[in-house]
């Protein structure tokens, strides 16, 4: 996709393209990778089924599999459980697979079946169960630890389909006012801020003020919160932004944010002027429908290089 520059003329953004016929500059598929055959984990949402897609458009080889208790939108993804997780490793190495790529929501399973545990997994149900009471992200990278140190390695989708992450530039023909971009500004400091203390990857900034920051119920919710109160605030017509960002230090492999229709519906109920994001570091989710659903609510969406005013 060929962005628009923000330096746009006359508030209008012309020539804004989808993001699959993004230039292919950073490539379909990184050459980093080879020819090796990937397997996808699959977690919950639109993005294993994106990843899937680009892959297969690419003619890279490559197969989906899920944990055993969610619901993918992979056709032919192949369920695995968590109590068998080394024996799972092993025979995807006996099919071949040098590299596994983690995407989707994650949910950990709330219990786990001790008669399901075969001998080599039984052995790391401690260290597994350890991470289940520890939450969703530490289930997630227990299970990447123990794949790495079976001998797979763990890759980013940066590192497979880099042009699922845009490029800096507007995705909608709206463009932000200075005011806006001011609070975009703010919005970006906040976001690094709690992502010191891993709070979370968003927050809403109007006119100055922070409205809201993203926390363990994530994005929506956030969102919601914001609309279900903007008639208590003064001058509640559209203002304010939605900026999203990894945290600090986050391992990049796994968990970056996401930008798509629900976001976009959800921030234009909150009154808000638009939506940004780290450039590079965040994934447009059906990307079509999202710029479309902006363009037809008059957001604007703009993926901004750190530290760009």
Known sequence: MTPQDLSTQGGQARGVKPLTNQSTSRGAVSALMGDSTLAIIAGEGVLPRMLSEALTRAGRAHIACYPHGLEVEVVGAEEFFFERSIAFIKSLQQRGIEQIVMVGKFVRPRSLNLLRFEGSTLMAAPRILASLRSGDDASLRALAQIIEEHGLRVVGIEDVAPNLLPEPGLYA???????????????????????????????????????ATEALPGTDAMLEWVAATRMDRPNSCRSGVLYKAPK????????????????VAKAAAAGLAGIAWEARSALLLDAEQTMGDAERLGLFLWSREPNQG
Do not use: H, W
Request: aromatic residues 2%.
């Open 248 to 263: 600090l230090n986050q391992d990049r492999r796994m968990d970056l944010p996401g930008i798509g229709p629900t976001t």
């Open 173 to 211: 023909s709206s463009v932000p006012s200075d005011l806006d971009r001011a609070d975009v500004e703010r919005a970006a400091y906040i976001v690094e801020a709690i992502s010191q203390v891993d709070v979370g990857q968003g927050a809403v900034v109007a006119k100055g003020l922070c409205l």
